[in-house]
């Protein structure tokens, strides 16, 4: 038996790092799982894996988030993963950037929820959301991370309310906030830096344990928050950063 036999899953950005690991897990627990992201290349390797469906979705494109709210019967889990690190001081941050990050990270999270919550809703078991934020928020305050860091603070905030408005109809929500994980985009910026090995040892010698998480063990903390072994917990911030925010 599967922890998520049954189970009805939409998550963003599924086609690389954390979402795609997320995927997969939550196929191998039983789930039928629509992975959606907008590198079509990169989602078709997807297509061949026992109960994933993939559908090509931009977090920005409202109208698109509404047709697939539209053409699902019902959904018990979404898992909202789509994110984008722009890196840099306050004073370093223009106004497009500010904006892309939030439109991204944060208003992305408010297309999904409005289009998926009234159909999550009318379900009469426990639904659930999962927002991913990051350690770089309200939680840790981390040097060249400004709008990231704000737009993942908003995500807590985001993540609390919905908790709190729909408590009592069944539906919880939740956000993880990782450390640093090893994913094709953590990699893809530390090579954009001026210096990739100094840089690589930096971001290796800031954490505690010697080491970047994978990006199954964030997945490991998504399945629990996804499954009906939490439907006690709602409105909830779970830090997995190898005590990095200690
Ligand atoms: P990643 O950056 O490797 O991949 C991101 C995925 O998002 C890609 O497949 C990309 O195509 C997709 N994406 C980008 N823009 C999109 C859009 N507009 N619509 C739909 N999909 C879009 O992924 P990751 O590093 O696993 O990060 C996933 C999430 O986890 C992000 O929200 C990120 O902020 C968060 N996070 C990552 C880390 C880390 O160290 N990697 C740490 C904390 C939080």
Redesign the pocket.
């Known amino acids: 038996m599967g922890r998520l036999d049954d189970k009805v899953v939409v998550l963003?950005?599924g086609?690389?790092?954390?979402?795609r690991a997320c995927a997969e897990i939550f196929a191998r627990e039983g789930a039928r799982v629509i992975a959606?992201?907008?590198?079509v290349e990169?989602l078709k390797e997807l297509d061949s894996i026992k109960g994933i469906e993939t559908r090509v979705?931009?977090?920005?494109n409202n109208d698109d988030i509404v047709k697939l709210a539209k053409s699902l019967d019902h959904v018990d889990i979404l898992f909202n993963?789509?994110?984008?690190?722009h890196n840099g001081t306050i004073l370093e941050t223009d106004e497009a950037s500010w904006d892309r990050s939030f439109n991204?990270?944060v208003k992305s999270m408010f297309r999904m929820c409005k289009a998926f919550l009234p159909k999550m809703m009318a379900q009469d078991s426990s639904v659930s959301i999962i927002n991913?934020s990051?350690v770089a928020s309200s939680i840790k305050g981390v040097p060249n991370r400004s709008v990231y860091s704000t737009t993942k603070a908003a995500v807590i905030g985001l993540t609390k309310s919905v908790a709190a408005d729909y408590v009592d109809q069944n539906v919880r929500c939740n956000c993880v906030c990782?450390?640093?994980?090893d994913?094709?985009?953590?990699h893809e910026r530390i090579n954009a830096l001026e210096d990739p090995q100094k840089s690589m040892k930096d971001f290796l010698a800031r954490q505690k344990m010697g080491r970047f998480a994978s990006?199954d063990e964030i997945a490991n903390m998504v399945l629990y928050l996804a499954s009906d072994e939490s439907k006690y917990v709602t409105g909830q911030c779970f830090i997995i950063d190898g005590g990095w925010s200690l």
């Open positions: 963003t950005a086609a690389q790092g954390i979402g959606t992201d907008v590198n990169k979705l931009d977090v920005t993963c789509a994110g984008y690190v991204i990270n991913m990051s990782p450390g640093t994980v994913t094709p985009s953590l990006a």
